[in-house]
């Protein structure tokens, strides 16, 4: 089987030769490691957009300003009905790596929020009323000519309607999103069925998109998303979605890297074909072999977990290796090398070692057998 | 008790996260001539301490927590102007922060609430906040305790930073340091300098309580 086969199989709940592993484009290291890795059997998964987004009647403007002592991006909206404005703070590197991150992988983080005031949700709303989604399939067609066999490229859209608000629009800090949600309760709901409305014809345009996975950037987390909140505002997305996916053939795929014990019956219940990114322990709470047996229906993207990564190859080693003997026979993972911090080549080399010689069904002695090699 | 049924009040709207009752009952309070002190010791407090033993055990999501807290600040608001200053003095004061490039504030946030339950003055810096400023408010506020939060493994150096400013400006034997976070360590905290470390709010809570019972 090619890696892009492998993938694809085990994320149809297929039948795999190999455990399929990856790297996400935008945290893979280029070099003779990863070279040498791709070699061995590492595929790489890839996320581009497939649409353009207008927004009608609404100018964007940046400038560089100085915010409480601090030099920001300021981005302002204007609409018929006012403006709003966001300020980003940007680290060194930002802009000069791809996927706008910082040398040290870390993306620009926003000082104050689009939302701030409760005046300011009309506008924003005028923003999303006013939104159109236009296909735009060249990013993808791209990716897959120039990955060919070697991975899969992924359609991406953006967090469904509440994670947006959550994590970008309104913001957690302080607390602030609960509190706007305990305040201005229809403002925010009001904003919320909107966003979901304009999102519709995304849904149609990723599913007929070139790609056969759907990864929305979700971040969902258990502390911030409680199962009240998932099921009242994230389930009923979760659902429209994959009903449009599902019916052209399409899968999926939600990034969730937290926490998500309190979540992991909704989960459960949901028609997310791919928990990507999941973390298992120390990073995030619920063991592989756990979220397995309750997700029965559900294909996992384990994110190796950057917490083991600083503590070197040796530490790397034995956690892999736990972890395969914790989910023998192997069947619906796929395991990413990293979604967060950037692998040491030493690190990335240690895991491919392991992982290259992951025939399935995986047993106990394929195991010790991979371990001996190794010693 | 006459005072009794305002203090029950203040600590009702607290438990039922409400904004406009907590307004109320701390007017009607004030007005009754209720001691603004025990409005907060013996009526918020006590309501805000169920809501964070409630978090404790799982019962409650942070999303109560944050609201519960806020509620309470909104009754500050009524209640704040009465407060002498010598009232504010004998209450124990925390400054917690995350620290410069590090804009995670969940567990802070947590961590600063449950403070706020048991009776300790909070002052908040929020996120990415540089040591500077830490110690200009450490400075001007002069803490029993400062908190300190980070949770990226390229932060968490930004801790060690703090506690060497502390110490150049004459502060580190004025007040104690607790620092927080899923990777911190005894180790971690020893190798910087700190008094104590914590990856769970509540252990670090009961520290701070004992350091404030200590200091008496
Ligand atoms: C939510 C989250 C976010 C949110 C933050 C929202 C917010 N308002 O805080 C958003 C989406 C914005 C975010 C951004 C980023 N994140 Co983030 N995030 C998380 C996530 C999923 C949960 C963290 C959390 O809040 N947990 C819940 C709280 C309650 O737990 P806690 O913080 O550990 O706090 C507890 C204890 O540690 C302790 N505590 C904490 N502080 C203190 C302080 C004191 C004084 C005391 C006593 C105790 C204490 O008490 C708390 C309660 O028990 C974690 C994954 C994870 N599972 O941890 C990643 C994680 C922390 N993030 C990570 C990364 C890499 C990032 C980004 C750099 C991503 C990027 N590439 O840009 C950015 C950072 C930007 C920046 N400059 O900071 C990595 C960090 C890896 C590392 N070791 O360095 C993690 C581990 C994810 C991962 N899969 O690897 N993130």
């Known amino acids: 089987m090619t890696r892009r086969e492998r993938i694809m199989a085990a994320s149809r709940k297929g039948r795999v030769d190999r455990l399929p592993f990856l790297h996400c484009w935008r945290h893979s290291q280029i070099g003779w490691a990863e070279r040498e890795c791709r070699n061995r059997g590492m595929g790489i998964s890839w996320a581009r957009p497939c649409y353009i987004m207008k927004m009608h009647n609404v100018d964007s403007t940046e400038e560089q300003v100085v915010s409480t002592g601090e030099v920001v991006v300021r981005r302002t909206y204007s609409t018929p009905m006012g403006s709003v404005y966001l300020d980003e703070k940007r680290e060194p590197g930002v802009g000069q790596w791809h996927a706008q991150r910082s040398w040290k992988d870390v993306m620009p983080w926003q000082k104050k929020r689009l939302i701030q005031e409760p005046e300011d949700y009309e506008v924003v709303k005028y923003m999303v009323d006013n939104t159109e989604y236009i296909p735009d399939y060249f990013p993808i067609e791209q990716a897959k000519e120039w990955l060919g066999e070697d991975g899969v490229v992924m359609s991406w859209i953006p967090k469904t309607p509440m994670a947006l608000l959550m994590i970008e629009w309104i913001g957690s800090e302080e607390g602030r999103f609960y509190i706007h949600h305990a305040r201005y309760r229809d403002k925010v709901e009001g904003l919320y069925e909107a966003m979901s409305k304009s999102l519709e014809p995304l849904y149609e345009i990723a599913a007929r998109s070139p790609a056969d996975i759907i990864w929305i950037p979700e971040n969902l987390e258990g502390y911030l998303v409680n199962p009240r909140l998932f099921e009242k505002y994230f389930m009923p997305e979760y659902e429209k979605c994959a009903r449009v996916l599902h019916k052209h053939g399409k899968l999926l795929a939600v990034h969730m890297d937290g926490r998500l014990g309190v979540l992991k019956d909704l989960i459960a219940k949901s028609p997310i074909d791919i928990i990507e990114a999941l973390h298992p322990p120390p990073v995030g709470d619920l063991p592989i072999s756990e979220a397995l047996s309750i997700w029965k229906d559900k294909v996992i993207w384990v994110g190796y977990p950057g917490a083991v990564y600083t503590l070197g190859p040796e530490a790397v080693k034995k956690h892999a290796l736990d972890l395969l003997r914790s989910v023998v026979p192997g069947d619906r993972l796929v395991i990413e090398m990293s979604t967060e911090n950037l692998v040491s080549n030493e690190n990335l080399l240690m895991l491919t070692s392991i992982l290259e010689n992951v025939e399935l069904p995986l047993t106990e002695e394929k195991i010790d057998r991979i371990e001996r090699s190794l010693s | ?216």
Do not use: Q
């Open chain 2, 1 to 216: 008790m006459a005072e009794e049924k305002y203090l029950v009040a203040l600590k009702e709207a607290i438990l039922n996260l409400d904004y406009g009752a907590v307004v109320k009952a701390a007017k009607e309070a004030m007005g009754a001539g209720v001691d603004p002190l025990r409005a907060v010791t013996d009526g918020m407090a006590p309501g805000m301490s169920i809501i964070g033993e409630k978090f404790e055990t799982g019962e409650y999501y942070l999303a109560e927590l944050v609201v519960a807290g806020d509620v309470m600040r909104e009754g500050m608001k009524v209640i704040n102007p009465y407060i002498k200053e010598e009232g504010s003095k004998t209450r124990k004061k925390m400054v917690i922060a995350t620290v410069e490039g590090d804009m995670h504030d969940i567990g802070k946030s947590i961590v600063a609430t449950l403070l706020i339950a048991r009776g300790f003055e909070v002052v908040d810096l929020g996120v990415d906040v540089p040591a500077a400023r830490i110690i200009d408010v450490v400075n001007e506020h002069k803490p029993a305790i400062l908190g300190l939060s980070a949770l990226l493994t390229v932060t968490m150096p930004k801790m060690g930073e703090v506690i060497a400013a502390l110490r150049a400006a004459g502060l580190r034997k004025k007040v104690k340091v607790i620092i927080g976070g899923p990777s911190v360590s005894a180790k971690f905290a020893e190798g910087i300098g700190a008094d104590h470390s914590s990856t769970n709010a509540v252990e670090g809570v009961e520290k701070c309580k004992d350091w404030v019972k200590e200091g008496g």
